[in-house]
């Protein structure tokens, strides 16, 4: 696990986590994208870091663009929101920092599933 004073904690995953995500708002007005292919390199509680090849319209004079994400850490699937708050573009690929809109019963039940996801890949690399 890899930590920032911000956050609580933040967990890099070894192997990037697969998802898929659709935008649910731009600015005010509510939308129903298309699913996007994407994968997570950290996460935390309060956000993720996330990897795709669709450059989003953030940098239009929007407004925030919210997005929903999908994705199971160990077997649990679990689907949040959150607000992008920065892009970088790598070559084909953009990368996306996104803020988390959570209750406090999903941050809870995100922790759990990075926790089990930290012990199994840690007895993993024992085995190995």
Known sequence: MRFKRQE?????FG???????RITRIGEREVETDKGVAEI???????????????????????????ELQFTIVDQPIAVRGIVIWKKAYANEFQYGLSLEISK??????????????????????SN
């Open 15 to 21: 192997q990037p986590l697969p998802c898929t995500f």
């Open 8 to 12: 609580p904690f933040r967990y890099q």
């Open 41 to 67: 390199h950290d996460i935390s509680p309060r956000g993720v870091r996330l990897e795709t090849n669709l450059n989003l319209p953030i940098d239009s004079a929007k407004g925030e663009l919210e997005v």
């Open 105 to 126: 019963q999903e941050e809870m039940s995100l922790i759990g599933e990075i926790k089990r996801h930290a012990a199994m890949y840690a007895r993993k690399k024992e």
